[in-house]
């Protein structure tokens, strides 16, 4: 991807994170794994109770899927594959993106 791209990436996604009006932001919104970024709009750093409610909320006002959109018009070219975290149990609250092209 390079670091011109990832930094490009990043500033976006964390700017369109700042404008987002959630019932709480916590650290973390951007983690780095092998092969993969986590991006979390409410922030990895968050309670379980915080996540349930982050939870309860992104299903009335679809927060990440807006976001995944909005990534894939902005970044159409670079490769990446976007998946929204869907696990009930521990109550998944990032999108994974999963860097196709390096």
Do not use: W
Not at 4 to 29: C, H
Not at 40 to 48: D, I, N, T, Y
Not at 85 to 101: A, D, E, F, M, P
Request: include cysteine; charged fraction near 25%.
């Amino acid at each position: 991807m390079g670091e011109e791209r990832l930094q490009t990436f990043i500033n976006f996604a964390l700017g369109y994170m700042s404008q987002l009006k959630l019932p709480v932001k916590r650290g973390t919104f951007i983690e780095f794994r092998t092969g993969l970024i986590n991006v979390c709009p409410v922030g990895r750093s968050c309670s379980q109770a915080e996540r349930e409610q982050f939870f309860e909320y992104d299903k009335e006002y679809r927060i990440r899927e807006n976001f995944v959109k909005a990534l894939e018009e902005k970044f159409p070219d670079l490769g990446l594959v976007y998946f929204i975290g869907v696990l009930q149990c521990s109550y998944v609250i990032n999108i994974t993106v999963l860097v196709v092209h390096i």
